[in-house]
């Protein structure tokens, strides 16, 4: 029978369940599961949770704060509504996150912004450069997410990890999910990799294995995009918890990746 979607804690005893039935070894098992991140997809089918995120139409934005420049708006993040349980990441607990980014060119790392807006009913609707996109609301359903990345764990275990991975989520209903808040960035080249960049700049190798390390642990997802509104790039906004637990959204990198 499938169901909604299994909690980090349900998803690990299931695959761990399923891995002694296949006569995994225990190790392995336990390494591949340090890896898993909570996700939570957001897609169109609704449920009884009600919407979490509001795609395209227009921002209610206080008349002190200004447009971010030429940005687009993408779509406004329901922070009360974000089932919070599911995730590993600090939101904040009431408002809405608004996010943008440089959609009427070709988009470029760092074109874009998040604005956490405390109280948007006091705000009126306010329209933006170009055309607005076409308001879709979407809903949240939890999930979990694998690393498929060598650095995590060695490339001959990806088959099995992968074969049991699926194994676990064919008993969860099927979602298709379009954004998703939490989980790995969405694309080869990652918001971490380009933190590591500017970071390990002078450094040795061994300093920028170190720091490449950290940011791994500490760079997760506010939201992801498994397309752009062109249907060209996949969007990742990540932050490192630190500066979302103090508020710093300014500290939001925006990478994108050229759809395949």
């Known amino acids: 029978m499938t169901h909604t979607g299994y909690s980090l804690a349900q998803f690990k005893e299931r695959f761990r369940q399923v891995a002694a039935?296949?006569?995994?070894?225990?190790?392995?098992?336990?390494?591949?599961?340090?890896?898993?991140?909570?996700r939570v997809a957001l897609h169109t089918e609704a449920n009884d949770a009600g919407v979490v995120f509001?795609?395209?139409?227009?921002?209610?934005?206080?008349?002190?704060?200004?447009?971010p420049g030429e940005l687009a708006f993408l779509g406004a993040l329901d922070c009360s509504a974000i089932p919070r349980e599911h995730l590993d990441l600090p939101y904040p607990t009431g408002g809405e996150l608004?996010?943008?980014?440089?959609?009427?060119?070709t988009p470029d790392t760092d074109e874009g912004r998040v604005i956490h807006v405390a109280d948007p009913a006091a705000a009126a609707p306010r329209s933006g450069p170009g055309d607005a996109y076409e308001r879709i609301d979407y809903y949240a359903t939890p999930r979990i997410e694998a690393a498929w990345d060598s650095s995590y764990f060695p490339d001959d275990e990806f088959e099995d990890f992968?074969?049991?991975?699926?194994?676990?989520?064919?008993?969860?209903s099927p979602v298709h999910d379009v954004f998703a808040l939490g989980?790995?960035?969405?694309?080869?080249?990652?918001?971490?990799?380009?933190?590591?960049?500017?970071?390990?700049?002078?450094q040795t190798f061994e300093q920028k294995q170190?720091?490449?390390?950290?940011?791994?642990?500490?760079?997760?997802?506010?939201?992801s995009a498994n397309s752009d509104p062109a249907e060209e790039y996949?969007?990742?906004?990540?932050?490192l918890t630190q500066?979302?637990?103090a508020g710093r959204l300014d500290a939001v990198r925006v990478s994108a990746n050229v759809n395949d």
Not at 162 to 172: G, I, K, N, P, S
Not at 215 to 222: A, D, Y
């Open 183 to 202: 989980g790995y960035p969405n694309g080869e080249m990652t918001p971490e990799w380009e933190m590591a960049e500017v970071l390990g700049q002078g």
């Open 54 to 67: 509001r795609y395209g139409g227009d921002p209610r934005l206080p008349a002190e704060i200004e447009w």
């Open 234 to 239: 996949r969007l990742t906004y990540a932050i």
């Open 243 to 245: 500066d979302l637990s």
């Open 162 to 172: 992968r074969r049991l991975h699926d194994a676990v989520q064919q008993e969860e």
């Open 210 to 223: 170190e720091i490449e390390a950290r940011l791994h642990n500490e760079c997760r997802v506010l939201l």
């Open 98 to 105: 608004l996010f943008f980014w440089d959609g009427w060119d």
């Open 21 to 38: 039935e296949r006569d995994a070894s225990q190790a392995v098992v336990e390494s591949y599961l340090s890896t898993l991140r909570p």
